[in-house]
């Protein structure tokens, strides 16, 4: 697939919209609704889960089970197919074109770099 069949402002809001519709409006949205707990120190260090078999930190604590991340997982991946299957008629947005710009993420692009490279060496 070539990346310059699209303008930049073409991919931003391809992006927004595949996210907005494939990602946030999943069973993600059940996972961050409830209570957040306060921290006096700003990075949860002070938080503590306390459970029957003893307390967690909450820097240590899991938040996602298995199997919420599987079922996560399957959603997301249904709703991205299904979006690609009709970008023409889901490229609209909501609430995301009010989101920063996307950006290049480094990790990510070297991934794509080393695999460039390794693909244009055969």
């Not at 069949?5 to 595949?18: H, I, N, Q």
């Not at 409830?34 to 899991?62: C, F, M, R």
């Not at 299957?85 to 009010?98: F, K, M, N, S």
């Amino acid at each position: 697939m070539p990346n310059d069949t699209l303008t930049d402002s073409e991919k931003t809001r391809f992006t927004f919209a595949l996210v907005e519709q494939c990602v946030r409006n999943t069973a993600l949205e059940t996972l961050h609704a409830g209570t957040v707990p306060d921290s006096a120190t700003g990075d949860y260090s002070d938080v503590k889960v306390v459970t029957p078999y003893g307390e967690i930190d909450w820097t240590e604590l899991s938040r996602i089970s298995d199997a919420e991340m599987k079922q996560l997982m399957i959603e997301i991946t249904n709703k991205v197919y299904t979006f690609l299957t009709y970008p023409e008629d889901l490229v609209t947005l909501g609430p995301a074109a009010r989101w920063n710009k996307p950006e290049i993420d480094p990790a990510l692009m070297r991934q794509a770099e080393r695999r460039r490279a390794s693909r244009l060496a055969r």
